[in-house]
């Protein structure tokens, strides 16, 4: 991490001071930094049908949204081009992220780069996870309201704050960092052409979270076995539901059980699974097993961008599968590059054929 990404503070004080309590500008934390992506990079991406990009423009007090691909995206005066999971794309933008590795990086999301025209923004709002805003080129005033019941405004297509009324006004200005704990509202204006660039975190709704456990619990396998009635007598209300059927119902639901196990699975699962849209590129002329497994003894291997590891306890997950884990593979999940002779061959050998990591070049 760049020591001034926190402005000198140690990661330690900046998380008891200031993650998930109040906002923190850091003044220069990347000097020199213009954002992760040229104007015509971000078009480029914004044309492509695997990549989430959104143009938000106002006319007046009118909102209006157009989800990409954007065949050929000119920026209107007064507007800004979103492009999600830049980090996914650009070596750059996966540099940044990985640049809050003091955070876990089971919490980390993805980066999103905005280009806003004089006059951009995508309006008052307020995001429910943490965000860090790094401003790139051009200056953007921030007007920041502490959480609170926020009202919405209703009918428009964007999550816009009703009776929006900023306590703090911030000018940030190339290679700032501001820090946003969830729930304050905030408006992002372009004095000029900007670029931003957001360090999304991810923090799972207890509704997605549930509603992904009970995917997980059909895929594992759901209680078989039919009703059957041979006892049955004549109804005498047709329209009851026989009191047998209900217990049956009952019983079978019981049978439906997880332990904390199930849960970690899930979790490390559900964490590591990439987005429908992300393609792995297989290497186009891929090394021999054997040669490949006398590289790994002496060249580090290094997890592609897209690939998401990360471990629980005993087991290793990456890219939505399971495995046991183990010293080696802790450390290429710590640290994403790393010599790693002792990790089974086989299974790294997989996961280059795959796609998923790449051994370094040989100095
Ligand atoms: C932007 O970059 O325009 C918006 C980012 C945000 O408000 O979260
Ligand atoms: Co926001």
């Given at each position: 991490m760049s020591d001034g990404l926190l402005g000198g503070m140690s990661a330690r004080e900046f998380l008891r001071?200031?993650?998930?309590?109040r906002p923190l500008l850091v003044r220069?934390?990347?000097?020199?930094?213009?954002?992760?992506?040229?104007r015509e990079r971000l078009l480029a991406l914004a044309a492509r049908a695997d990549v989430e990009s959104r143009l938000v423009r106002r006319r007046g007090a009118r909102w209006s949204v157009a989800h990409g691909?954007?065949?050929?995206?000119v920026l209107p005066r007064d507007s800004t081009l979103l492009v999600q999971g830049v980090n996914l794309h650009l070596a750059a933008a996966d540099r940044l992220l990985r640049?809050?590795?003091?955070?876990?990086?089971?919490?980390l999301d993805d980066v999103m780069v905005s280009w806003a025209a004089r006059g951009g923004g995508v309006g008052p709002h307020f995001d429910s996870y943490d965000v860090f805003l790094l401003q790139g080129t051009g200056r953007r005033v921030w007007r920041l309201q502490r959480p609170r019941r926020w009202q919405l405004v209703e009918g428009a297509p964007l999550k816009l704050i009703e009776g929006f009324e900023p306590d703090e006004e911030i000018l940030a200005e190339p290679g700032d960092l501001l820090y946003l704990p969830p729930g304050w509202g905030h408006d992002g204006v372009a004095l000029e052409e900007c670029v931003t660039c957001s360090v999304g975190l991810r923090a799972p709704q207890g509704e997605e979270l549930a509603s992904a456990f009970l995917d997980f619990l059909h895929d594992r396998g759901l209680p078989r076995g039919t009703y059957r009635d041979p006892g049955l007598r004549p109804a005498?209300?047709?329209?009851e539901i026989p009191r047998a059927l209900a217990d049956h119902a009952a019983r079978t639901l019981r049978r439906i059980r997880w332990r904390r196990g199930d849960v970690e699975n899930f979790l490390g699962v559900y964490l590591t699974?990439?987005?429908?849209?992300v393609v792995f590129a297989r290497p186009s002329r891929p090394l021999a097993r054997a040669a490949f497994a006398r590289r790994l003894r002496r060249t580090p291997v290094a997890l592609d961008r897209r690939t998401l590891m990360l471990t629980l306890g005993a087991r290793l997950f990456c890219n939505g599968e399971t495995y046991p884990a183990s010293r080696a593979l802790r450390a290429l999940a710590d640290r994403r590059r790393a010599l790693v002779p002792a990790a089974p061959a086989d299974l790294l050998y997989g996961w280059y054929l795959a796609g998923y990591l790449q051994l370094e070049r040989d100095p």
């Open positions: 001071r200031y993650w998930q309590k220069g934390a990347l000097p020199g930094f213009r954002g992760v992506a040229s691909p954007f065949a050929r995206a640049a809050f590795s003091f955070l876990p990086q089971a919490r005498r209300r047709s329209g699974t990439p987005k429908v849209q």
